[in-house]
């Protein structure tokens, strides 16, 4: 599977930014997505993961209430509506893929528990 990431831009504070991840090899509903992100001397951390019918959605506390995860399987594509972005919001997204079924269901945030990933797209928030 290839993974594109895209959407990402600068914008200030409060501001919405939606990012996409479109899909070509395998089709999407093969996979359960993650979100994945990393700021400048940081370790990459996990923002958001959605299982592969799109019935479950975890979400890191620090974006829960601001962040939206969702698919649509039919385009190959998964989103991440982000709004009321706070500069600690700034870093790059990636966008990645597991079929491990059974790991995912209690290590969804683990991020090597994700072969396949994009290639990242900048946010920046300003205040």
């Known amino acids: 599977v290839q993974l594109q990431a895209s959407g990402g831009g600068s914008v200030q504070a409060g501001g919405s930014l939606r990012l996409s991840c479109a899909a070509s090899g395998r089709p999407l509903s093969w996979w359960h997505m993650g979100w994945f992100r990393q700021s400048p001397e940081e370790e990459r951390e996990f923002v958001a993961g959605i299982s592969r019918n799109g019935a479950t959605s975890f979400y890191q506390d620090s974006v829960k209430g601001r962040f939206a995860i969702s698919r649509d399987n039919a385009k190959n594509t998964m989103y991440l509506q982000m709004n009321s972005l706070k500069p600690e919001d700034t870093a790059v997204y990636y966008c990645?893929?597991?079929?491990?079924?059974?790991?995912?269901?209690?290590?969804?945030?683990?991020?090597?528990?994700?072969?396949?990933w994009g290639q990242g797209t900048l946010v920046t928030v300003s205040s």
């Open positions: 990645a893929v597991t079929a491990d079924e059974i790991s995912w269901r209690s290590r969804w945030s683990a991020d090597t528990l994700y072969p396949y």
